[in-house]
């Protein structure tokens, strides 16, 4: 039995009621006083048929029906429900997606872009240093370069300073043992006679 | 042209080569000493007493025999001593350095020529510098004369610097 049926039988059942009803009320009016108590008795009889229509049992039997309907109602709703909230998840879960997606999408969008900033910055960085140091290495260069010089200058005119001692120090290691004396004797008197003026002028003035 | 004899004791006395440094006047001045003591104490001596005669040198004999002296003269004698404490108070010093030690003969020759060129009197002061290599280093009273090997050097540097960058270049 389904519900439209269970509307038909209520309906039929509060018209045939009313029916009633409507014709213990006009018996009532044709009888004057004395009708006041068939009225009552027909109230009475009324009620009595309608407790006796609406037993226990009918509404035991309603109310099982109500409950049914209401639990076919409830679990048709839960479903659709059910259903929705299903479509709401996927939905969410959808956008949710598309969202995290979204964000992750700029996120990464934004680290890829400090990465690349961050390795130009990197690159200008090392291509500064390298620079640097190119022009440090050039500039250590040229210094070292006049270093040598100056130290190359320094040892030459040292060398030419003493070099009458260096070369003098070598003849005599080298040949010091073979030079006599006799054999200068010539030359020792060539260079006191080419001095002599000025040995005997000395001589003659000297205290 | 050398110059005269300064002495005014005695302008005919000369030195032998072989006296060539004060030294050597030194010696010569105390020999001659012991000598003339000698001869004064045997003037005074009773005589035959018993008297050896101080042997003489190679030095004063030689100095003797050029000036043609006899010692026994008191003259003689007096004018050598006259004549050498003047050499030894007035003769010029030639201080004179050599790489090595002069030979005797060496100093000889060279002083025979110093003393015809230089002084007659001229007397030497030998000295060693090995460090100069070869030739000499002459000092008078005043003034230092360089003749070694590494003055030399020193004058011809240029020379001697251009060869080198020349060698190396």
New interface residues.
């Given amino acids: 039995m389904n519900s439209v049926q269970l509307g038909l039988i209520l309906i039929s059942l509060l018209s045939a009621t009313v029916s009633f009803i409507w014709l213990a009320v006009r018996l009532s009016g044709l009888q004057g006083g004395k009708g006041k108590t068939v009225v009552d008795g027909v109230v009475d009889a009324a009620e009595k048929d309608v407790e006796h229509i609406f037993n226990e049992e009918f509404r035991e039997e309603l109310r099982n029906r109500g409950r049914l309907h209401f639990e076919k109602i409830i679990g048709e709703n839960a479903m659709f429900l059910q259903q929705d909230l299903q479509l709401t998840t996927s939905q969410l879960n959808e956008y949710m997606k598309s969202e995290i997606t979204k964000k992750l999408q700029e996120e990464f969008t934004k680290y890829e872009q400090s990465i690349t900033d961050a390795k130009q910055m990197a690159l200008e960085s090392i291509s500064k240093t390298q620079e640097a140091i190119e022009q440090q290495r050039e500039l250590m260069g040229q210094q070292i370069v006049k270093e040598i010089e100056t130290e190359k200058a320094r040892l030459v005119k040292r060398f030419e300073e003493n070099m009458a001692d260096i070369v003098n120090h070598y003849v005599l290691a080298a040949i010091g043992d073979q030079i006599d004396l006799n054999d200068q004797l010539e030359f020792i008197l060539s260079d006191i006679e080419a001095n002599k003026e000025a040995i005997i002028q000395d001589l003659r003035n000297g205290a | 042209m050398a ?1 005269k004899q300064e002495t005014a004791t005695d302008a005919y006395l000369s030195l032998p080569l072989s006296v060539a440094t004060k030294v050597d006047v030194g010696r010569l001045m105390r020999e001659l000493q012991q000598i003339d003591n000698f001869l004064n104490e045997a003037a005074i001596r009773n005589p035959g007493a018993g008297a050896q005669m101080p042997k003489t040198s190679r030095l004063l004999d030689e100095t003797v025999a050029i000036n043609k002296l006899n010692l026994l003269h008191e003259d003689d004698r007096n004018r050598l001593i006259g004549f050498i404490t003047h050499v030894r108070a007035k003769a ?1 010093i ?1 201080h004179i350095s ?3 030690d ?2 005797p ?2 100093t000889q ?2 002083i025979t ?2 003393r015809s ?3 007659p009197l ?1 007397l030497l002061q030998l000295g060693l510098q ?7 280093v ?1 000092r ?4 230092y ?1 360089d ?1 070694s ?3 030399r ?2 004058q011809k ?1 240029d020379i ?2 251009s060869i ?1 960058k020349g060698a190396m270049s």
Avoid: C
């Fill in positions: 110059p010029p030639m050599f790489s090595a002069p030979s003969a060496f020759k060279l020529r110093l060129d230089v002084h001229v090995p460090n100069i290599g070869a030739g000499s002459l008078t009273t005043n003034k004369f003749f090997l590494r003055r050097l020193e540097g001697l610097a080198l």
